[in-house]
C-alpha cells in the first residue's frame, strides 16, 4: 500500500475510531448509545470538514446532519407506525446524524448498506449458532453503523 493512500483514504477512514468503538461496545453492552459520543463525533466530523474544506463546510455539515436525522426519525416513526414497535433506536437516528457531518448525505446510502449488510451476517451467524431468530430478536445496531461508517469513509459515496 502506497503512503499517498494510506494517507489519503485509509487514515481518514478511521479517524472516528476513538469515538465509533466506544459507541459500539457500550450499544452492545447497554443498548444505548451515549449523547455524549453522538456530539463528539457529529463535532469532529463538523471540524475536520471545516479544516479540510474552509468554514463554510461546518454549516454544510449541520444542515445535512439535520437532514439525516430528520430523514431517519421519519423512518423510525413509519416503521413503529407500520410494525407497533419502534425498531430503530434514537440513538441510532442520532448517529446517522452525527456521520453524516462525516460523509454527507452522498455518504448516507453506502453507510447504510454496509451497516445493513453486516447486520444481516450477524443475525445469520446467529441462526446458524442455533440461536432462535424471529421478529422480535433484538439486535442493537450501532457497531453496524459504526461500521457502516468506516466503510462508507473508505469506500466514498458511490463505493
Known sequence: ???????????????PLPLTLPASLIDLRRRIIPDALTLALLLLGLAVAGWRDGAAAIGLGLVQAGLAYALFWGVRALH??????????????KFIAAAAAWTGLAGLPMLVLAASLSALAAVGL??????????ETALPFGPFLALGLHAALLLGPAG
Not at 500500500?1 to 483514504?9: E, F, G, I, P, V
Request: charged letters at 15%.
Open 1 to 15: 500500500m502506497s503512503a499517498a493512500l494510506l494517507a489519503d483514504t485509509v487514515l481518514p477512514a478511521l479517524l
Open 126 to 135: 446467529l441462526a446458524l449458532a442455533g440461536r432462535a431468530i424471529g421478529r
Open 80 to 93: 413503529a407506525r407500520a410494525s407497533g414497535r419502534i425498531g430503530l433506536g434514537l440513538g441510532d437516528v
